[in-house]
């Protein structure tokens, strides 16, 4: 018994150090989830419907999961990529699923699945070849129980606040829930390498009323949309670029290269230019507004062509490539860095900068906190990583807590779970070493998960 | 006692986790040996003579033994390098072995020298100033004996299959023994900077009959090869280059550039071009024969350009250097990447890249696997690290299982059981910290020794 | 009680480790200690007057303190910087750091000061914002008396031998104790766009009499201030660079740059190469007169325009960049690596280059040995990471002991009681997993402490 999801799960394996992660995870196990960077879709909560079944809710859009059964040869539309209306192909996938997750072992993956198993859907077996149809059946009956509705879940699951990630022109119609708020993502519109540049530049204009060919007009209309999703509750944007270069321009530097932009002229390296001008220019406008500005820098995006032909974005296997910070963010932190009112929030997919540059640049600039793991790093080893690599420049009162980074609704407790549960670990073996007393442990553990967070994103 | 090659060397400290690690290797330390990839020489199999002596078997020849001495100010001719016939040479090599052993303190070599000393010739003391004639006395004994002739050493040392590394031209005479199978290596044909480039094409046109002038010819030619090494035995290919670049080229392009090749007038950049579209033809080839292609990039040849002139190649300091996948791979990838009957073994000597970029990689594409931490980082704290920052995204089952690499024959049984401790080790941790499952940690380890490695290499 | 500076502090949490640590504590912790690479005034030990007060000593000279406050918001003018004769500004100062303690919570900075409070003040409790004035005045009182004059404190912090860090044209009037030797660093001579260049090179010329503007007259004068160094205790040099770039000029190309160079009209590119050619001229010179040489690249200075300008060099925020050595140290190294005479110390501020690029050098040239783990990673968890990424390829012994690197002179002893305790951590868990024998280990940690770094730098 206790196999799967373990009480003791993630926690040390020494006794007194394992007592001691114990008793700080009771401290905060139960303290509500915020959730202030993650991609879950504000139309659940705005019809509040019965998810459909397993597959389509914990399967087809888990790009963790499907990204390994990829690799193992197995084809995305025997998983069920883009036949969530058809029930064989849905229990086929289920099926394959469960009968192959032995290539989840020692991943974060097995993790948060068996938490939502056991957790919230009560099932304590181990999912198999043999259980596979008995969990399907079960999943999918209380998936159409009242208690499944999405805004029963959000109760159920201690969400606070949870903000979702949405275009810039968004017009926010589904954002009716108190607890879910969007995020502003200006991307479409910063980026002239975008497929949508064009089209959504032209909403804008129509949007705002403003000339986007000029900057003046181009960036007005670009602050009247950040005011806009003020009114809805946001409190954040998020920039995903290919790396995280950050580039000075005068007002016509950055006017020859709209001009190109508008006219699909741009060389790549011009392209490259006005997206690191215009980070430097969202800075500018979150010091004006107040929104906190996150970057998260380094994927390549759609490296493989063949899966990007017949899928399309997102399943096109994004993957991370070398980031420099040190010289990319220089301009954008001479700019607004020394500004005790500006948050500026950094991840990373390249490990390899955490100690050498990131934790340096957090530990000096007023305006710089680190993001958490993320991504390929969120889990147990890489949430590790971060903390021993980061914490002894940039302390922990330079980072801002767990984000769950997710479309996966049902694995939020899991992931904010397995974070509380590395943070305790981590803090105990700080306790038990002596570099750290176990007053300040009961009082960090706190702060790490719950104040950091509201007092990062402004909550 | 046991203080040298202790039973539970490698294991963990904590108690508990101890005994499952112990229980783990108790189920596979028997298991035979599968060495895929290495560098043993055919011809000892092939005529089964008795080895010289102690020093000529197990210093001279060992590169991680003479790199240490020489950094340490003590000469290779003091090692006994090239002094191979002089008896005296080889006694006082011994002796300056034996008494600088404190150098190795920390290293892999301390543990598979202590491995081989007390396992393979029963001298359990260590070896130090005092003792090193009576060891080299007796270990000189014993290689006299029938007992440890090649062949006999093949069985004692339960090596099921044995892996060498062949130049593509090679005749391949020596691999007479059914459990030595050769490698297909094609660097010398492929890299036209390299000095036997212009001799080893036109042996490559005796041999086959073809123009290797023309494009058509020089690749037919290498398909020609490689099914001749398929007769012996051969079920991969071994790709080593400085940087892991990929590049799809036409064949008008390629035919420019072999046209410049032969005349040896190719820029540094265009002989880089070269070498990365001919790993995309070797990729194609592969997919049409079935040979599993491996490439290890990142090694700076001949650093020392003393050592390379007094000694040649190989003692002339190869260093690695930083190497970048994600965009390199990206056109082999495009290639062959999405093939399920494609297998790409990719190795690193730069780290930093595990989490980032190959674990991401090997997650994704059907076709890749990710070979062992090789050369500096086969050793306990080079595996922990490549299993800590490639398993929670590639997972166990896109890795191949262990290689030794080696053509330090006798250490061969010392290196795969390193690496069956370290896996016990750190899978023990998993399962005490409730990350696998007890039942699921005794099937895996099962697969890491010895069915990946078969199923990886097509054995 | 012992909740701050525990006597087990930094100590693994196995009580059989633990014990094996201890007892290998023991044996070294009151070894004298030997600060080979230091950056402490040496007027305090040549005039030996009593230290002012709290705040000026410990709190607004220490850049790891200011760093962090400033992260958060706090300015440096609150924190006492500048302000060092006001003494209510001293004392709101220390009131500010006291209660923003858990700011430096698991950072090494943490250690230290309770280490400093606790050992050399005899103050057992943390301290915090109620008991901030109780510290400030008592440990005001104690910097008064003869007990804590720089000399007294000389012996009971059982220095042996202190270098401090000097410029190349400073007539070394201070180093009148024979305990405290200077370390020639020539930066501002050889760092063309360094802002006191020209004034240096004027000074050069009248302190030696040498025409500077010739690259003979130049070297000569160089060579000449290294003589006069080693008249004063010197054993060694300094090199800070941003790159670690090395480059072979002949005196023509050299004498081509130093021209451009005295009229400031070098390229960003030039200056570099000028910079790379003196490297290797300044190796030569080691070779010729026996000091030891250290380079330390990688990092870029004065990140931070607005702090630069306000206060100058040295708070503008210098960050570490990615730095590649392989390639950077080959004209180096293919100069006087081979030489058994000569010493070349290299330092890292980029760890990703550990285990790929370092450790290989290091294990491979006699001239070269690695630096400890430098800066940002004098730490708990940045000296583990250096043991665990260069132990295996370069040994314990191509490594020099550790340098505090400090200008905080009351942290010296709390810093190499942090270096040595982490490597009796570090090593014990070698002895524990059978990877080191148990006497192996007593003499190794005598050597990392006490032996090497004498060695290394020919004290």
Same mark, same amino acid.
Request: negative net charge.
């Given at each position: ?7 003791d ?25 915020i ?33 390994m059964?990829?690799?193992?040869g197995? &084809?995305?539309? *025997?998983m069920?990529?883009?036949? /969530?209306?058809? $029930?064989?192909?849905m229990? @086929?996938?289920?099926? #394959? ?34 259980n ?30 949870i ?10 119609h ?7 708020i969007?995020?502003?993502?200006? &991307?479409?519109? *910063?980026?002239?390498?975008?497929? /949508?540049?064009? $089209?959504?530049?032209?909403? @804008?204009?129509?949007? #705002? ?21 003020k ?5 954040a ?18 006017q ?96 390899s900068?955490?100690s ?33 690599r ?11 807590g ?12 899991a ?45």
């Amino acid at each position: 018994m206790h196999e799967i999801n373990h009480p003791d799960r993630l926690f040390p394996v020494n006794g007194d150090q394992r007592k001691l992660a114990r008793n700080l995870y009771e401290t905060i196990k139960d303290l509500p989830i915020i959730s202030p960077h993650g991609h879950t879709d504000p139309t659940w909560f705005h019809t509040n419907q019965n998810f459909a079944n397993a597959t389509s809710l914990l399967l087809t859009p888990d790009h963790y999961l499907l990204r390994m059964f990829y690799s193992q040869g197995i &084809d995305l539309e *025997t998983m069920g990529r883009g036949l /969530d209306s058809d $029930s064989q192909a849905m229990e @086929l996938a289920w099926k #394959t699923f469960a009968s192959h997750l032995h290539l989840f072992w020692g991943t974060p993956s097995w993790i948060w699945l068996n938490h939502v198993f056991s957790e919230v859907f009560g099932l304590k077996e181990e999912l198999n070849g043999e259980n596979a149809m008995n969990f399907y059946h079960e999943i999918n009956r209380q998936l159409g129980t009242d208690e499944f509705k999405p805004n029963a879940l959000l109760e159920r699951f201690n969400i606070e606040l949870i903000a979702t990630t949405d275009d810039a022109i968004d017009e926010l119609h589904q954002h009716t829930h108190k607890k879910v708020i969007p995020t502003f993502r200006p &991307d479409r519109l *910063t980026d002239p390498e975008h497929e /949508d540049f064009a $089209s959504h530049m032209e909403t @804008l204009s129509v949007q #705002t009323g403003e000339n986007v060919s000029l900057v003046k007009g181009y960036l007005n209309a670009l602050k009247m949309r950040r005011e806009f999703f003020k009114t809805k509750g946001t409190t954040a944007t998020d920039h995903g670029h290919a790396t995280a270069w950050t580039l000075n321009l005068s007002e016509n530097q950055l006017q020859a290269l709209l001009d190109k932009a508008l006219k699909s002229s741009l060389t790549p390296s011009e392209a490259e230019q006005f997206r690191a001008a215009m980070l430097v220019e969202m800075a500018k406008m979150s010091l004006d507004d107040g929104l906190v500005m996150q970057i998260h820098p380094g994927s390549h995006r759609n490296h493989n062509h063949y899966l990007f032909q017949k899928f399309g974005r997102d399943v096109g296997a994004d993957i991370p490539q070398s980031t420099e910070y040190t010289h990319a963010l220089k301009d954008l932190l001479n700019t607004v860095g020394n500004e005790k009112d500006m948050k500026l929030i950094i991840f990373t997919l390249d490990e390899s900068r955490y100690s050498s540059e990131l934790a340096p640049l957090a530990g000096h600039y007023p305006a710089l906190k680190l993001g958490p793991a993320w991504w390929f790093h969120d889990s147990f080893e890489g949430m590790m990583r971060f903390r021993e690599r980061t914490m002894e420049t940039a302390g922990f009162y330079n980072t801002v807590g767990f984000n769950d980074d997710t479309r996966a609704f049902f694995s939020i407790p899991a992931r904010h779970d397995v974070a509380r549960r590395v943070d305790c670990h981590f803090i105990s073996k700080l306790v038990l070493e002596h570099r750290l007393t176990e007053k300040a442990a009961f009082k960090l553990i706190q702060d790490l998960t719950y104040h950091l967070p509201k007092k990062a994103y402004n909550l």
